[in-house]
Nanobody
Framework: QVQLVESGGGLVQAGGSLRLSCAASGRTFSSYDMGWFRQAPGKEREFVAAISWSSGSIYYGHSVKGRFAISRDNAKNTVYLQMNSLKPEDTAVYYC????????????????WGQGTQVTVSS
């Protein structure tokens, strides 16, 4: 089992940057592919980015491609989401998730979820 704890959220002006972190418990972190999702009030949970266990495969959602970057450090049991050129429409609760399967954009394929961290982008 994996427990995930996100951090790094906050309030930032449009055009600014934030880096989210997701710390995982357990010694098997490197065997999981990881993803980031976000959910704005009244909206469906949306895929943001995913990374394979080896960092060899990376995927981004259309709305963040070119602005966000996902990475991981297996030695630190941590996955990151660097968010640049933030826009007000990026405002949401951001969740990290772990899957035993191949990294995917489908939230139902993920087995474990963190509690989320709020990101608010002011205009």
């Amino acid at each position: 089992q994996v427990q995930l704890v996100e951090s790094g959220g906050g309030l930032v002006q449009a055009g600014g940057s934030l880096r989210l972190s997701c710390a995982a418990s357990g010694r098997t972190f490197s065997s999981y592919d990881m993803g980031w999702f976000r959910q704005a009030p009244g909206k469906e949970r949306e895929f943001v980015a995913a990374i394979s266990w080896s960092s060899g495969s990376i995927y981004y959602g259309h709305s963040v491609k070119g602005r966000f970057a996902i990475s991981r450090d297996n030695a630190k049991n941590t996955v990151y989401l660097q968010m640049n050129s933030l826009k007000p429409e990026d405002t949401a609760v951001y969740y990290c998730a772990a899957t035993r399967q191949i990294a995917t954009m489908t939230r139902y394929e993920y087995d474990y979820w963190g509690q989320g961290t709020q990101v608010t982008v002011s205009s």
